[in-house]
């Protein structure tokens, strides 16, 4: 793979300073998110009396390299969507560096042994980087993995235990979110709010709101000599060893340039923000959507949340009347940051088992039905509409992630809400491992939120909002010419209809996989037991109350008296 090319002499921002490890002015600026110039307190510390500054991105192998075997292209952990929405906030975060006399040094392999290696090289005396809370980067801050036998050169170093003896000042602002996770924690006597009202209360106003945050750099410290470390340019996909991928393209570009567009264009119409109420908003629209798409800006850090939260207060302070949280748009943010101090202060929150907060249920195992809902295969137009805006551009309105996450786990398909969180997490471009998992947890009602008697239809809230199709239409090119009468439910169509509409069903477009109405019966009744069962045991079922509870709600389906059959409907599979 021919990702690194070395650097045999000094590119156009680097300066050769022989001596640098003695002077120890130097320190490394590490980008892992935090892909901005803007409020980055880490960046400024790392300038802040440094002769040089190294700023550094470490592509490791195990998140960018590509994965056959994967359901979708991309690597085994993230979609390609996703890798190249990243790669451009690289290639963005490069070009705005160079601007200030800088550039960005893109380096490769298992970032802990690679950050070791250029601060052996470079010699110098600080290391700067955002903290972050996500559990890949807690454990990357603390260990370095044992490299093989015959690679060895500092055998099971941990970062830690190097930066400590070599004397190198660590400084891991929080930056990332608005509020410290950990001190939320703390204040609530060491453990996490488990409502967002506790979590306002505990909250309040962040701190760092009573002074602006330093938002524009003039200069930066120049480069200092890379010496033996392998450095090269953002890569390209293709570098990564994709080849020519043919894939529809997410419409959004990566990078802070873009992010910081996007946030101008929301906050500049006062009106917009000011009344903004997210359950009121549209989830079918597409072409302007109906909320402002800065959560991949977010997830990346090409957006600070922080800076995002102090303009909505610019545009709060200067209006009438405004929308309060949990409904306004500042009230996202806080969202993102109570999923945040949860997901933190929670063990095992990513899982059902071990996590104290998730109800026990037993959900279904069925890979078929997994399949026809991952690949828009439901046979329900509005749910594989949205599947595909979720496998071509990445994202998709809240209220549709609500849709297609209740249909898979409580309202319909009844399987395991890991298994969709699974494929969010690969295929969307703000995959957020805090807010993804904190939402399937909510809409399975497995956390958060209990009412499950409350399921979204899969025909009529689309309907509500778009009733000509104009969504499906777009994202289901298949079914563009069916009557809006049948648009969301074409198998209710007269044959003479369908083959009007050039779209047979069952041919051309699956048959529904479950009926709707006898499915979400079947849902409820058993969350009602395991419920009862959870609220029985108080939370402890082992896995064997779970496989007997499985057992018996498997036999009440087949039992005559009471009859709610699923009646699943055998899976559609298109030609
Ligand atoms: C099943 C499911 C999975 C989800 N997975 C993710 C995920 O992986 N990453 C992600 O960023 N969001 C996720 N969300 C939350 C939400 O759908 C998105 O944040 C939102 O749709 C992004 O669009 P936006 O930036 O236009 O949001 P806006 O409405 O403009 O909100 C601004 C910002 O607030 C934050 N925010 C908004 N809604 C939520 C929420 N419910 N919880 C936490 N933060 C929120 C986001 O950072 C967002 O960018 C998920 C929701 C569901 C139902």
Redesign the pocket.
């Known amino acids: 793979m021919q990702l690194l090319l070395c650097l045999s002499k000094p590119a156009q921002h680097l300066k050769k300073n022989p001596l640098m490890a003695a002077s120890g002015s130097g320190s490394i600026m590490w980008f892992r998110k935090g892909l901005r110039i803007h409020d980055n307190p880490a960046l400024e510390y790392a300038s802040k009396g440094s002769d040089f500054v190294y700023p550094v991105f470490v592509i490791d192998p195990h998140y960018m390299e590509p994965d056959p075997k994967a359901f979708s292209p991309g690597s085994k952990l993230a979609g390609l969507n996703r890798i190249r929405f990243l790669l451009e906030s690289l290639v963005d975060l490069d070009t705005s560096l160079k601007k200030l006399g800088s550039r960005l040094l893109i380096s490769k392999g298992e970032p802990g042994q690679v950050l070791i290696q250029c601060l052996k090289e470079w010699g110098v005396k600080k290391l700067c980087f955002e903290h972050d809370t996500d559990p890949y980067y807690q454990a990357l801050d603390i260990k370095v993995k044992p490299i093989p036998a015959d690679r060895r050169v500092e055998s099971s170093m941990f970062l830690q235990e190097y930066t400590s003896a070599a004397g190198i000042e660590v400084f891991s602002p929080v930056s990332h979110t608005l509020f410290n996770p950990a001190d939320i924690i703390q204040r609530n006597g060491g453990k996490p709010p488990l409502t967002y009202q506790s979590f306002l209360k505990l909250a309040g106003q962040p701190s760092w709101l009573s002074s602006p945050l330093l938002t524009s750099i003039s200069s930066l410290p120049p480069v200092g000599d890379v010496g033996s470390c392998e450095i090269s340019e953002v890569p390209t996909i293709k570098d990564l060893g994709y080849g020519d991928i043919e894939q529809e393209w997410t419409p959004f570009r990566g990078g802070e340039s873009e992010a910081l567009k996007r946030l101008k264009e929301?906050v500049s119409d006062k009106n917009w923000v000011a009344n903004?109420e997210?359950p009121k908003?549209n989830p079918s629209l597409f072409v302007k959507?109906?909320?402002?798409?800065?959560?991949?800006?977010?997830?990346f850090g090409c957006l600070s949340?922080r800076y995002?939260y102090q303009c909505l207060q610019d545009v709060y302070k200067n209006v009438q009347k405004h929308t309060s949280p949990p409904v306004s748009?500042a009230g996202?943010?806080l969202?993102?940051d109570?999923?945040y101090t949860v997901a933190f202060g929670t063990p095992n929150f990513d899982r059902m088992k071990g996590n104290k907060l998730c109800k026990q249920i037993p959900w279904n195992d069925d890979d078929e039905l997994l399949a026809a809902w991952r690949e828009a295969r439901t046979g329900y137009p509005w749910i594989d509409a949205i599947m595909v805006q979720l496998r071509t551009w990445g994202?998709?309105?809240?209220l549709a992630?609500?849709s297609?996450?209740c249909f898979l786990t409580r309202g319909d398909l009844f399987l395991h809400w890991e298994r969709?969180?699974d494929v969010?997490?690969r295929l969307?471009i703000?995959?957020?491992?805090a807010?993804?998992n904190?939402?399937?947890l909510?809409?399975s009602c497995s956390s958060f939120f209990y009412q499950y008697n409350r399921i979204y239809s899969p025909i009529s809230f689309g309907k509500k909002y778009d009733p000509n199709g104009n969504y499906i239409r777009h994202f289901l090119p298949v079914l563009k010419d069916m009557p809006k009468e049948y648009i969301y439910e074409p198998w209710t169509a007269p044959p003479g209809i369908q083959r009007k509409a050039k779209c047979i069903i069952g041919r051309d477009y699956p048959k529904p996989v479950v009926y709707h109405d006898s499915a979400s019966k079947e849902c409820k009744r058993k969350l009602a037991e395991a419920y009862a069962l959870n609220q029985k045991l108080n939370g402890q079922l082992s896995q064997e109350d779970l496989d007997n509870l499985r057992r018996k709600l498997e036999q009440d389906e087949e039992d005559p008296e009471p009859k709610i059959r699923r009646q699943r409907q055998k899976v559609g599979h298109l030609t």
Do not use: C
């Open positions: 929301s903004f997210k908003g959507p109906a909320t402002t798409v800065l959560s991949p800006y977010l997830k949340s995002f748009l996202q943010l969202w993102r109570f999923f994202w998709m309105h809240h992630r609500h297609v996450a969709g969180r969010f997490e969307l703000d995959s957020d491992w807010i993804n904190g939402n399937w909510w809409l």
